[in-house]
């Protein structure tokens, strides 16, 4: 199966529209056309619909197949070439909101004074941004943080070989206004919570279909939906009412209570992770570690 007409196929189903995919990928309309009745000829079924471009059974399943092959591919050229080029000049280190930002800050502050002819950045993005970034190769090293159960792993795309270390674990706590009934409980039970209104933020918090997945419960309906990565305007919205969050404590923003989960057990972590390492890189993630 080419990559090539794989990608082409992903980028009109997502587009819907032949010409628009063919705007964005550079090629012409017909040249698109030719590409996705080369994919459906190798295996041997229709993708697309046409009169409207819209998947066909068979083409929503592939597209379930589609982003992580794609993504796998991607970050095997970047580990290879991570291998086989020259000591990078730059060193970029992605890291989640809550992932430990004044840590590594400080330690960034100290590995460029250590390699001062390297440049070092540090991106604050999503987990899913990172975790792709850091398979892709525009990440080098990347520090990841998610609630999961104590013996889980953190849920991360398969994008490949990661290398990953924890580094910290601490409480889970649902966030919320002080004010709120269960404010001053011991701890709660992540299912109790299922009817309670909650703030959809997943580049901060856990998402909503994860806290479904570990309560083992429906619910946990959205009020209000966070974009960004903006930690303490999460936190105010909690604190004005706006919904509930599951968060890493300890929470010292006024206005906002932690109350530890125990039903089930969960812990927040935050992981070191990364692929293949230049040495600059391999500097910085060593200093990482505790």
Known sequence: ?????????????????????????????????????????????????????????????????????????????????????????????????????????????????????????????????????????????????????PSDPLPLPDAGQFAASVLAESAALVAFPTGHPLAGRASVGLADLSDATWIDAPDVATPLPQLRALAHSGGFRERFTYQGTDTGGLLALVAAGAGLALLPGPLTHPGVAGVPVTRPRLVHRTELVHGSLTPPARALAEALRP
Do not use: C, K, N, W
């Not at 982003?67 to 970029?92: C, E, K, Y």
């Not at 250590?114 to 525009?138: H, N, Q, S």
């Open 1 to 149: 199966m080419d990559p090539h007409l794989l990608r082409t196929f992903v980028a009109v189903a997502s587009a819907g529209s032949f010409s628009a995919a063919a705007q964005d990928l550079g090629y012409t309309q017909s040249a698109v056309s030719q590409q996705i009745a080369a994919l459906e000829s190798d295996l041997g079924t229709t993708l697309l619909h046409r009169r409207p471009v819209a998947p066909t059974d068979a083409g929503a399943r592939l597209l379930e197949h589609a982003g992580p092959i794609l993504l796998r591919l991607s970050a095997a050229r970047a580990d290879v070439a991570r291998l086989s080029g020259q000591p990078a000049a730059t060193v970029v280190l992605g890291a989640t909101p809550f992932a430990g930002s004044a840590r590594a800050a400080a330690v960034l502050a100290e590995v460029q004074r250590a390699m001062p002819r390297v440049r070092f950045t540090l991106l604050l993005a999503g987990r899913e941004a990172v975790a792709t970034g850091v398979a892709t190769g525009t990440l080098d090293v990347g520090l990841l943080d998610g609630v999961t159960a």
